[in-house]
């Protein structure tokens, strides 16, 4: 029932969708007890912790058709009146869900999630690596799917930069190529390397084994996120619990997010990325770096309790809330 692309779970949707609730899973979670729903984007009875990843489609609104607009509208404001308390990653969302819809600000709860670099048996080695995917030099990773508003032009403009210059700095970027909003994107993206002779400095590896984007992580000079907007960034989080330095776009939530090794530029400076790119090549020191992922290693399960205690104090309110509810309307 909760997989869409079951049967059963195709009759829930087409049900729910006609319906302003979801009684299929009401039913499920009657039957299994379950007493509190999160991270939900479905409307049923009971306590619930909804979930809005990030209101991007406010911002940029250029990226959505009209009617993927007022699908996320409709559906974001169901949920803020549905539900007991509304999650969202940052300061910067929570604002933006007292903008969009003030009359429910007040069940705004921030939860800023935390990365945890997953132990990976069997970690391919930097020369195996380097054979499977042809490359022989530093590299910085960049793990964003290929979407428009991932900004993954302005790091082909500054690899332009840094090659024009006399240097040279390797771009590794792995994703989905396909984006359903811009079924044209990934083409148009690589005919601009191209045009920029930067082919060679911007490998795109598409979607690859998890254990080799794992190893590709440990192994990097440092990350880029040039993203024009993020909820929370995973990329920038996964910096953070892994002590790797990370280049990033110079927007609100990545300054809320504050890497310590972190290095901003304008998103549309490729200026500033091209001597980010070449002052971290400079600096880059194996020891160090090693030194500074033990280092983040030690930190990251206080980081992990204070996010879980962030989240149960959010799950307790939210069931006293409707505890409460109940009572008044009995």
């Known amino acids: 029932m909760i997989d869409s692309r079951s049967a059963l779970g195709f009759v ?7 319906s302003s609730r979801d009684w299929l899973l009401q039913k499920l979670l009657e039957k299994h007890r379950i007493s509190l729903l999160s991270h939900s984007q479905a409307l049923v009875a009971g306590p619930t912790v909804g979930w809005i990843a990030d209101f991007q489609h406010v911002h940029l609104p250029e990226f959505f058709s009209q009617e993927e607009r007022l699908y ?11 539900c007991e308390q509304m999650i969202v990653s940052s300061e910067c969302a929570k604002a933006d869900l007292s903008s969009f819809a003030p009359q429910y600000a007040h069940k705004a709860r921030v939860l800023r999630f935390v990365a945890t670099p997953q132990v990976v048996p069997n970690l391919p080695t930097l020369p195996e690596l380097q054979q499977r995917y042809s490359f022989d030099e530093p590299f910085f990773l960049l793990p ?12 082909i403009s500054a690899l332009k930069l840094v090659k024009e210059r006399g240097k040279r700095a390797l771009v590794l970027a792995t994703g989905l ?15 601009y390397a191209r045009e920029c002779d930067v ?15 794992a190893g590709l992580m440990q192994f990097a ?11 929370w960034s995973t990329t920038v989080e996964e910096a953070k619990s892994m002590g790797k330095g990370v280049l990033l776009s110079d927007i609100p939530v990545h300054r809320e997010q504050s890497p310590e090794l972190g290095v901003y530029f304008h998103p549309d400076d490729p200026e500033a990325l091209a001597a980010a790119l070449l002052d971290a090549s400079s600096g880059h020191d194996a020891r160090s770096d090693a030194d ?7 930190g990251l399960p206080a980081r992990q309790e204070r996010f879980a205690a962030t989240y149960q104090s959010i799950v307790l309110e939210a ?6 509810s109940s009572v008044s309307a009995g």
Request: hydrophobic share 40%; glycine share 6%; proline share 4%.
């Open 144 to 155: 964003n799917q290929f979407w428009a508003h991932k900004n993954h032009r302005v790091v």
């Open 12 to 18: 829930r949707k087409g049900l729910s969708s006609v």
């Open 72 to 82: 996320r509208d409709r559906t974001f404001l169901a949920l803020c009146g549905k």
């Open 199 to 213: 082919l060679d400095e911007f490998r795109t590896l598409g979607v690859i084994p998890f254990q080799d984007l």
């Open 292 to 298: 500074l992922q033990a280092r983040a290693r030690q």
């Open 319 to 324: 069931a006293q809330t409707s505890r409460q």
């Open 177 to 191: 190529a396909d984006d359903s909003r811009n079924p044209g994107f990934f083409d148009s993206l690589m005919q």
């Open 221 to 231: 000079v440092a990350f880029i996120n040039p993203s024009y907007f993020e909820g």
